[in-house]
Each structure stands twice: as C-alpha cells, then as structure tokens.
C-alpha cells in the first residue's frame, strides 16, 4: 500500500544499537568471569575467537561516550551470565556485578537508556558440564541468576530482553560453536532444551511482573517473513511450515503459553516431542511479554520439500548452517532482492512485511533489536571508514519501518546490529557491522583503536532528525 504522507516516528522512538557480551567484551577469564560454553566451544580457526573480542570490558567508557556522540538514545547489550553467578557458596561475583554496574550507569549519565539482553548464547560452562539446558535443573539456576539481575539493575533498565535468538539455538546449534566432542545435540535433545528455555522465559516474565518493577520485558527471536518461491500450492505449504516452525512456534508458547497446533503435530509424527511435566503448561502460560524484540537480517524463499533425501543444503558461502529440511521444506533462491557480500539476503520490504505478520499475530509492540550489514570494511589511511552499503542497507531498512509505523504496526525502537565492530558469530572480524570500527584484525590484534565510519555519522544526522531526510 502506498500513502499519500509518512507517519514520523513517534518522538520517543527508542534509536539505539546491539552488541553481546561474548562478541564484544573479550577479557574472557578476567576477574573471576567462569568460562561459557562459547570459551571452551571449536570455532573456525582461521578466524577471530572471543578471548578478546573488541576489548569492550577496558573500552567500555569510551565506547558508551561514542555512542553518546551518535545521539543514541538507547543501546542494548548482553550480561555474561558468568561474570555475575559463581555456582558456590559465595552466589555471585562482586566485580562482574560492578562491571555492568558502571555499564549502566555510564549510559544512564548520557541519557542512554539501556537495553539489556540476560541471555546472548553463553551458557556457563559448569552448567554445560551438568548437562547444560537439557537438564532441567538450569531453568532454576537461570532463574537464580535473574533475580540476581532484577535485585541489582531492576530500578535501572526499563528493557529486558530474556533469550537472545532462541530459534537460532535450536535450529541452527552448530552457529555458535561446536562442541569439544565434535558432536551437537539430537533433534530430539534440542526440542528438550528448547522445552526447559521456554519454561525459565515464562518463569522470568512471571517473576518480573511479581516484583512489580518499572519495566517492560520480552523475548528476542531471529523472525523472518517466508516467501513461496512461485505460486504453487505445496510452495506455499511448504512456505507456511517454515514460517511457522521457525518463528511462530518459538512466540506462540512465549506469548499464549501454548505449544503452536503444527509444531506440535511436526514434534509428535517425527518422535521428537520433549518430556513435559505436569503443571509445565501452567508455567509457560503465567509468564507474559509485555513486547516483543526481533532481529530482522533476511527474507528466506521456500519451495515444497521433495522428500527424497535433498531437502537439505548448506547456506550459500557458510557450510555452518543447514538450510531446508526432509519432508518439510527446500530453499529456494529469490531472484527480487540483492544479497550482502556474505550472501544474506537483503530486503528491507521483507523487514515490513514480517512487522506487519508479527502486530497481526499478537498485538504487542515490537522492538527491533537487531538489523544490519555484514561486511568487510577498509580503514583509510586518514581515519575514514566509507560505508556506503551499510548505509544504504540501513536507510532502506529504517524507511520499511517507517511504512510499516504507517501500516499502523507499533515499533518502539530500532536497534542495529551492531554499535561497535565484534566478532561475527562464526566468521571472525573481517565480517563487520558496527558504526564504529574496531582496529584489528582476525589475527592482529593492534591497539584496538575505534574509529568513526561513515555510517556513524549518517546515523548521527538519522537520529537527529528523528528519521531519514
Ligand atoms: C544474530 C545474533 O543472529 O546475528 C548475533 O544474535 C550475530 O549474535 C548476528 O552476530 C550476525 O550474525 P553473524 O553470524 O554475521 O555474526
């Protein structure tokens, strides 16, 4: 639909950007921090690992002082569950709870609000060890530790995003590591994990409510609009079980408190539906969202599964992620959009289309905690960063919400990925996103110096502005 005149963005729109602890922080085993399984996880080796990311834990005033000069005015990052809980008598880590203190407080003292995700992949490896989310004793440690986060930061952080991705997780395991025994979890082990995430969200929601804190908290899922790849009616069934068992199935249980009709008859007709205890659908229904965040990169295009053992294929330039599943989908290509040198598609009507499917759905604001541009980045023998993509990317994808305010969907923030430059999750540092560049290199670390890129600025005049020109 075209309109005559734009809606602006409301005057409180929340202009940020995301970063996570274990892409950013570095100072992986400093002050007492216990390793994660990210820390003790295989990575691609011929790329950068986490041990020191962008040095954002001995950066981090300068950094928030930046995105102060960005005009941010709100920036959300992650909180190394390890850096806070010590798993004995002692309960919690004194310098790891002061460490985000003064992370808050450095925002709060620049009028930033901040953003905080408790929960971006890392889970502690002692927990791991014990059986990590499979075993249901981590939603009681998780719940442990968020408490922990609500007693210390509650008065402070308005937002709270509880998991980071969880579909991603679940779908997609070997995009965060690889076990040190080579070996992922079972399809069915991962619906079982993914059954105990969703009852420590549910239990972190209810809990938040409870303490009757200043807040909002929501869950932040990896959602996409699906495309059929033409107008065949199994493309277009086959479109509708990715969408669902991708996305849908992930939100409905975190916002009716239901497992999705599909998803549930998907998990019983291949044998994988989890062990659910009784009083479980309780749970998941006593915890509410009060928004929901997404991150929003790319549009997939599906075409109906073959069923003959081709369904699957490896991603385009990433052999780390599997796309298409036997007897529910194949990918298709989409021959409408460009793609990022990294091959992911970029479309930003795509990004519109998924707020709209989203506000139909539940009706709850959306908070856009992640979109952006991956790619490799050049600084200029001057200390110029030119960004031109990124720009571009950004500025198509801010002008989609815009259309999609006026569509009538509430977005309450847009949060890209990412603030500073980090380690991709799997792709090291050549892969860059931030509006500030990080100086070093997947194998030299250098003096870790941050300088503007072009895009820094060209947020800075966005936010000014309160949206494009
Ligand atoms: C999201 C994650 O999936 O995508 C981030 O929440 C991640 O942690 C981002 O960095 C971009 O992906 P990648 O693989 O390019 O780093």
Redesign the pocket.
């Known amino acids: 639909m075209h309109y005559h005149k734009l809606e602006q963005f409301p005057k409180d729109f929340l202009w940020g950007a995301s970063i ?1 602890a274990y ?1 950013a922080e570095g100072a992986f085993d400093e002050d007492d921090k216990l390793l994660s399984i990210i820390d003790k996880y295989n990575h691609p080796k011929d790329v950068a690992n986490f041990e020191v990311a962008s040095d954002f834990y001995h950066h981090f005033k300068e950094d928030i002082q930046l995105l102060a000069e960005m005009g941010l005015k709100a920036f959300r990052f992650s909180i190394a569950w390890t850096r806070i809980m010590t798993f004995d008598e002692s309960r919690v880590n004194k310098k790891g709870i002061a460490f985000y203190h003064q992370v808050i407080d450095e925002c709060l003292k620049h009028g930033i609000e901040p953003i905080v995700t408790m929960y ?2 890392d889970l502690p490896y002692c927990l791991e060890e014990k059986g990590g989310w499979a075993n249901r004793a981590t939603i009681d440690q998780f719940l442990d530790y968020v408490q922990v986060l609500f007693q210390e930061y509650g008065d402070k952080v308005n937002y709270w995003l509880t998991i ?2 969880q579909n ?1 997780m679940i779908l997609h395991p070997g ?1 965060i590591g690889i076990p040190e025994t080579g070996e992922l979890p079972t399809k069915k082990e991962l619906f079982q994990i993914n059954h105990h995430v969703l009852l420590a969200q549910a239990k972190a929601f209810k809990l938040y409510h409870d303490l009757h804190l200043k807040g909002q908290i929501g869950p932040a899922i ?1 959602l996409t609009a699906m495309y059929q790849a033409t107008a065949a009616p199994a493309d277009a069934i086959a479109a509708h079980n990715w969408e669902t068992l991708r996305g849908w199935s992930f939100l409905d249980t975190a916002v009716r408190g239901t497992y999705n009709y599909l998803f549930e008859k998907y998990l019983m007709d291949r044998k994988l539906y989890p062990t659910v205890n009784n009083g479980d659908f309780d749970i998941l229904k006593a915890g509410k969202p009060d928004f929901i965040a997404i ?1 929003y ?1 790319s549009t997939a295009t599906i075409a109906a599964s073959k069923n003959d053992g081709t369904d699957q294929s490896a991603r385009a330039g990433d052999q780390q992620i599997m796309l298409g599943e036997e007897g529910v989908y194949r990918a298709a290509e989409n021959p409408y959009v460009d793609k990022t040198p ?1 091959g992911w598609v970029v479309d930003p009507i795509g990004l519109r289309l998924t707020l709209r499917k989203l506000y139909d759905r539940y009706g709850l604001p959306i908070l856009i905690t ?1 979109n ?1 541009y ?1 790619a490799p980045d050049t600084l200029e023998v001057n200390g110029s960063i030119h960004d031109p993509e990124r720009i571009n990317y950004l500025a198509q994808h801010i002008y989609a919400i815009q259309e999609a305010i006026t569509d009538g969907v509430q977005v309450i923030g847009y949060l890209p ?2 603030a500073i430059d ?6 090291g540092f050549n ?1 860059r ?1 931030g509006f500030i560049y990080v100086d070093r290199t997947d194998s030299d670390l250098k003096e870790l110096k941050r300088w503007k890129k072009d895009s820094f600025y060209w947020y800075q005049k966005v936010i000014q502005r309160n949206g494009l020109n």
């Open positions: 996570s892409q971006h992949f980071n991705e991603t995009a990896n991150n990169y990294y992640e952006g991956g990925w990412s980090v380690v991709s999750t799997h792709q892969k996103y």
